[in-house]
């Protein structure tokens, strides 16, 4: 209780049970195919428009085999050739890169980020990516009604592993049999997560 006779919420700090590094690393790897297909798409901009010319943010919205047709006849074209000319074809002639190939790149970097989903897509800042994937969001945490049991099941796998030290005992599987908390993880005896999420 507080000065002014409230009671103060205690606030107790969560505790990391696990972390699912499958998930992290498999999303670590699609943001690194999202990144490539972005530098690629980089790359035939700077190539066709000019270097800082295009903003990333503008050419991804939709497709960028229009975006950069368009802006190519813009900044090179226009005034020169007159306008009736297919843009396409000028843009893939002068520029030997078939819009087939652009649609392709927007098609893989499209499906990578859909899969990443907004909250862990890259950001595009100043015409570079950043992660947006962070370690930390994949740490499974105890859920606070089962403290007292992990509690209670911490000591008891300390106390195994003491007993087990002495009496030279190996086998261990009988205790995985008998408590469901416990699972072997590198041939240890060790407290099964998924019971405390």
Do not use: C, W
Request: charged share 30%.
């Amino acid at each position: 209780m507080d000065i002014s006779g409230h009671y103060k919420k205690e606030t107790m700090k969560k505790i990391i049970i696990s972390h699912n590094t499958y998930q992290y690393d498999r999303l670590k790897a699609i943001e690194g195919k999202a990144i490539q297909a972005f530098g690629e798409l980089k790359i035939i901009a700077e190539k066709t428009i000019g270097h800082d010319k295009v903003k990333m943010k503008d050419l991804l919205v939709e497709d960028p085999s229009k975006f950069l047709v368009n802006l190519y006849y813009d900044t090179h074209l226009k005034g020169i050739l007159p306008e009736h000319l297919d843009k396409k074809v000028l843009f893939q002639n002068q520029n030997n890169i078939t819009i087939e190939n652009i649609s392709q790149i927007f098609s893989r970097y499209k499906t990578h980020i859909d899969t990443l989903g907004k909250k862990y897509a890259p950001k595009i800042i100043n015409n570079e990516t950043v992660s947006n994937l962070k370690y930390e969001d994949f740490n499974n945490y105890l859920s606070e009604d089962k403290r007292e049991h992990y509690n209670e099941v911490q000591e008891l796998l300390a106390v195994i592993k003491k007993l087990r030290a002495r009496n030279r005992v190996n086998d261990i599987g009988y205790l995985v049999r008998a408590f469901h908390d416990f699972h072997i993880v590198d041939y240890e005896l060790s407290i099964n997560p998924n019971d405390f999420m």
